[in-house]
């Protein structure tokens, strides 16, 4: 490799766990996406940057071994953003995976941004109804409000929101996005075919997105999925 492309690539010099270690790509940054010549989209992303290698996490089964050169795409991790991923089901990286036609779109939103301030964000003051009863009388939740479920295995967590999704979808107004992270694929097309092959499928496939991270899926998917439906929600 020449001195003047030391910048701009780089070859890995070993492949370990998800995690490559690349010798080059001094001008890369954290968080920005590489390829290899052999793949058409990007897959990696540069996490740890030293003096005189980086390190990049591999996405799904991306094939990296010793001596492939990879490269800089000067854009950071992001998703493409449209309004036709309501109704589907998609990966960690933004990509439609329910057989269905792709979407395209020209929108891409960075997935690690800077959270708004405090005293920018309004004020909660419209109600979010989960659907039951007990939870409603006794906990009031709140349109963007944060809240936490939790509880030992098999006491319901799932259940409670779903009904929350459910509830939204039939009687209100918000859109949802169902985040399923290190779950098995069988229970997760349960959960899809419930939504949107259901009693209330059109309502769904106008504001219900579901991002699958199965138990299949690399650590780098399962860790991207949260960030991924945060910037959606964004």
Known sequence: ?????????????SVKDGVAVVYGLQKGCAGEMIYTRSAKNPN??????????ASLVIFGNAQYKYGTRVYRTRRLMGIPISLSLFGRVIDALGSVIDGGKSVRSKIFKKVDTKAIGIIDRQSVFEPMLTGLISVDAMTPIGCGQRELIIGDRQTGKTSLALDAILNQVKYGYM???????????????????????GVCSNKAKRSLIVICSSSSDSATLQFLAPYTGCTIGE
């Open 44 to 53: 990696g992303m540069l996490l740890n940057l030293h003096r005189y290698y």
């Open 175 to 197: 859109f949802c996005i169902y985040v399923a992270i290190g779950q098995k694929k069988g229970a997760i097309a349960k959960i899809v075919d419930f939504f949107f092959n």
């Open 1 to 13: 490799m020449k001195i003047k492309t030391i910048s701009e690539a780089g070859i890995i010099t």
